[in-house]
């Protein structure tokens, strides 16, 4: 069975940086399209960065340049190094498998989910 | 910008009823679109890939179509375990959208 548990989510101040984890069992964190989605509160998904299986790494605009998707094939974790947190990126940030995609360099679509965290970016 | 516009935004149905869901993409995204049932407070669940693949496990009431711009989701006969809100995502560009859901309420 498939589980992705998320942990690291809290409450962070304008310009502040959080680290999100995602220990992985059932599946091969170095072997899939592991991505990272969030939803704002009462809002709709939207992705938000994907690592490919051979390292690569792809980011959404509002994110670029601040979020740095790792992974940690020994212990079978996802992170998410969020830095120069905004007020905009307070969402419930959840993990998903990628199970394929289009094209290279585009998201995948999403087979399991975890149960998501909560990051609140406020003064 | 790359937009998913899902119609309508609520729905009202009662337990039995067709229920339809329309996604439509700004540019054409073949067959590349999924759709997803998410329930308050939990994850969104896959129920359709590449436009009209049901995901192992999910009943056969629920059924897609569509390639290009417009694509639809089609539960045959609303149980009450369906009412929640759907999400289309394309994942043909960069933008992976998602559309900005569906709820489906009880009429």
């Known amino acids: 069975e498939v589980q992705l548990v998320e942990a690291g989510g809290g409450l962070v101040q304008p310009g502040g940086s959080l680290r999100l984890s995602c220990a992985a069992s059932?599946?091969?964190?170095?072997?899939?399209?592991m991505t990272w989605v969030r939803q704002a509160p009462g809002k709709g998904l939207e992705w938000v960065a994907v690592?490919?299986?051979?390292?690569?790494?792809f980011y959404a605009d509002p994110v670029k340049g601040r979020f740095t998707i790792s992974r940690d094939n020994s212990k079978n974790t996802l992170y998410l190094q969020m830095n120069g947190l905004r007020v905009e990126d307070t969402a419930v940030y959840f993990c998903?498998?990628?199970?394929?995609?289009?094209?290279?360099?585009?998201?995948?679509?999403?087979?399991?989910w975890g149960q998501g965290t909560l990051v609140t970016v406020s003064s | 910008d790359f937009q998913m516009t899902q119609s309508p935004s609520t729905l009202s149905a009662s337990v039995g009823d067709r229920v339809t869901i329309t996604c439509r993409a700004s540019?054409?995204?073949?067959?590349?679109l999924a759709w997803y049932q998410q329930k308050p407070g939990k994850a969104p669940k896959l129920l359709i890939y590449?436009?009209?693949n049901l995901e192992s496990g999910v009943p056969s009431r629920f059924s897609g179509s569509g390639s290009g711009t417009e694509f639809t989701l089609t539960i045959s006969s609303l149980l009450p375990d369906d009412f929640a809100t759907y999400y289309c995502?394309?994942?043909?560009?960069?933008?992976?959208?998602f559309g900005q859901g569906t709820k489906v309420e009880v009429k």
């Open positions: 998903a498998r990628g199970r394929d995609i289009a094209v290279r360099g585009t998201p995948p679509y999403f087979d399991y």
């Open positions: 059932g599946l091969s964190v170095s072997s899939n399209y």
């Open positions: 690592i490919y299986s051979g390292g690569t790494t």
């Open positions: 540019e054409s995204v073949n067959t590349w």
């Open positions: 590449k436009a009209s």
């Open positions: 995502q394309q994942y043909n560009t960069y933008s992976g959208t």
